[in-house]
């Protein structure tokens, strides 16, 4: 895992002291919201998108909205603000959920810790969540994973994605933690008139899936002084 992952979301909610429910939390630091504020601004800049649930605000009122966040807070008391943290954001402590956070509309953060406790099911949730990064881009009307065997851990996993045009089939396995040839065989079936890829980075216990232009990721990569081959951009 990351550092700086480890160090912003490895304390667990349970294992903090707990708060007097009759006690407002006090309200964030000016000096956060400004740096989130920042951030934002040059993700946005570089091509990202804000989700939905931010459609009616200002960018000032979501920097205010991610700093007040609970679980934001609480790694901000274990490191330092970085402009990955803005992308890194869990708020569902689940391993698998059908509505996982929708900060951005081209980027999601995926928990994929442990999944040998996973079951088909749970994939074609993933990939669904994976495929919507593309909006309206990419038609797709289902999607279904299933396994030959009745144990799939360590087995292979058979996908099937039906589109507007055509079905798409391909094979991924289930690991301990998310195949990334998914995304491989993802891109190598996209429309040809698409010109963003699906574009992933793992630490261990999550993976953030950008789907962008291979442009637009280098700048994202380099603003969070990450190198772009970690989300498999050769220079």
Known sequence: MFSWTKNFFGTSPSSLPKKDARQAP?????????????????????????????????????????????????????????????????????????????????????????????????FQLIISDIIALTESAWPVSNVDVTCAQEESFNEPLDVSIETDSRRISFRIQHLKDLDFSLFEKLNANLPEKITQRFHAIGDGGAVLVLFLEKAQVEKIARYCDLDPSLFGIEQ
Not at 54 to 78: C, H, K, P
Not at 87 to 100: C, M, S
Not at 102 to 122: K, Q, S, T, W
């Open 26 to 122: 006090p309200p964030p630091n000016p000096a956060t919201v400004e740096e989130v504020h920042k951030h934002l601004a040059e993700l946005i800049g570089a091509g990202l998108r804000l989700g939905p649930m931010y459609d009616e605000m200002t960018l000032a009122e979501v920097a205010w909205e991610i700093s007040n966040d609970d679980n934001f807070r609480q790694g901000l008391d274990q490191t330092e603000l970085r402009p990955i943290h803005l992308l890194w954001q869990q708020r569902d402590e689940g391993k698998f959920t059908e509505e996982p956070y929708r900060g951005f509309r081209n980027a999601i953060l995926l928990v994929d810790h442990c999944y040998d406790g996973a079951v088909p099911e749970d």
